[in-house]
């Protein structure tokens, strides 16, 4: 009997350990103090073990956006989370000094030195999903669709021979995003999807965008994986001749010590508007995050099994009798008792840097391919609670020559000598594994 209760514990123990969200955020901050309160949400709920953040991706046309989400990561002390931007725009411009990014990125330190040196967002997606689990990955958009637009239109590349429709189909396990309006199952997008014509008269930035609305319409009918939204009533539900109440959070950040990130970022956002006393406001993206990481709980119900409908206008449709895996959530609890919960997480403790190494990558396998020769090995697995595996480090004869988010490094081209290969795993806070040593004569 006492072996099958042991037997038991360890099942519970190693269903607890693999129950964690694998995410990757899509944000866009700098307009709204939001995103920086959602991945202030995201670090508290990796430090108690409910997920490990992968990535987080900027979507806006601002160079400080990824600087400043650097220098999110760095102050939790989690500097090697790797930092996506999306370069697909024509031109990229500098943030002005009424947004908080622009503040944040000049007055904090942060890894990534140089707009530059970020992450093509469609790649790391792309890197990311190859090397995941089947049905294992949880992405969250609370910002544009850009980069996720630009997934799903990707072809082969060096990452990965699947298109993005097949990545995204085959890895992703839900895309849960901020945006619409789903009130009696159909409403006006306010911003996020592109707004909405109707909308032109009630605020200048909810008038329609045509190209994020086509972005937005391309996702919403052609995304394989499951698709849930959490429409502006959610968190912001008085608007435009809607009575839905506010989930409202913010205010509490003022107990914070008053260099603190979060904070900051939202008092920054304030002091453009009006002055920084009360720096309380709605919290539709948070609404979208926790729902994305917590499920229903009490706060939601979600319905599900669904098609949703976006039209060149801005209006939203969600209709329950055509299955497309696509649904939204709503309310199911008071809005105070919703933002509580929210502004606890947005407040959660710093965690102490991780010093303590992940294990070592094992298996390591050399393989001819068109060619060319690829590593590829066995993921490793950080044992410390809050801390996880983000990269890998590849040395060459003891240089580093890349860093990889994915189980492969490719594209080795022939030289005729014999090369010394290690891979070294890199967790959150930039601590390295030992090296498995590969020698290999391409």
């Not at 760095?74 to 002005?96: E, L, M, Q, S, W």
């Not at 997008?189 to 009630?202: E, H, K």
């Not at 995304?223 to 502006?232: E, L, V």
């Not at 490719?410 to 967790?427: C, F, H, M, P």
């Amino acid at each position: 009997m006492k072996n099958i209760i042991f037997l038991a514990v360890l099942t519970l123990i190693s269903l607890e350990l693999t129950a964690q969200e694998k995410v990757i955020l899509d944000t866009d901050p700098s307009f709204d103090p939001d995103d920086v309160g959602c991945i202030a949400m995201l670090q508290t709920m990796a430090t108690q073990g409910e997920c490990n953040i992968l990535a987080i991706i900027n979507s806006t046309d601002q160079k400080e956006s990824a600087l400043c989400i650097s220098s999110i990561n760095y102050f939790y002390n989690r500097k090697a989370i790797p930092v996506g931007d999306y370069k697909g725009y024509a031109k990229k411009i500098h943030a002005t000094e009424n947004t908080y990014d622009y503040h944040i990125a000049k007055d904090y330190p942060r890894e990534l030195m140089n707009w530059e040196d970020s992450h093509d967002g469609v790649k790391l997606y792309r890197e990311i999903l190859e090397s995941a689990k089947d049905n294992s990955i949880t992405v969250v958009i609370i910002g544009t669709m850009h980069n996720f637009y630009g997934l799903l239109q990707s072809g082969p590349d060096e990452y990965s021979d699947k298109t993005g429709l097949e990545l995204v189909k085959n890895k992703v396990k839900l895309v849960a995003t901020m945006g619409g309006n789903f009130l009696n199952n159909k409403g006006l997008d306010r911003t996020n999807w592109g707004g909405a014509d109707a909308l032109c008269s009630y605020t200048d930035w909810s008038c329609l965008r045509e190209e994020r609305n086509r972005m937005c319409r391309y996702v919403i009918e052609n995304c394989p994986a499951p698709f849930m939204a959490s429409g502006w009533e959610n968190g912001n539900g008085d608007y435009h001749n809607a009575n839905n109440g506010n989930v409202i959070t913010g205010q509490g950040l003022k107990k914070l010590p008053k260099n603190h990130i979060v904070r900051k970022s939202y008092e920054r956002h304030f002091e453009y508007r009006g002055g920084a006393d009360d720096i309380s406001r709605h919290s539709n993206d948070q609404c979208a995050l926790h729902y994305a990481i917590r499920g229903e709980s009490n706060n939601y119900t979600a319905y599900t099994n669904g098609k949703i409908t976006l039209s060149k206008n801005g209006e939203c449709l969600w209709d329950p009798n055509i299955n497309r895996k696509q649904g939204h959530i709503q309310k199911n609890r008071e809005d105070d008792a919703i933002a509580a919960e929210i502004e606890a997480l947005m407040m959660g403790a710093v965690p102490d840097l991780d010093t303590s190494p992940p294990t070592a990558p094992k298996n390591i396998k050399f393989l001819e391919k068109d060619g060319a020769f690829n590593l590829q090995w066995e993921a490793s697995t950080d044992p410390t609670k809050g801390s996880w595996v983000v990269a890998y480090n590849i040395y060459s004869d003891g240089q580093l020559i890349r860093q990889v988010y994915g189980t492969k490094f490719g594209a080795i081209a022939k030289s005729g000598k014999t090369v010394d290969y290690e891979i070294r795993a890199l967790n959150a806070s930039g601590t390295e594994s030992e090296a498995d040593v590969f020698s290999v004569k391409p």
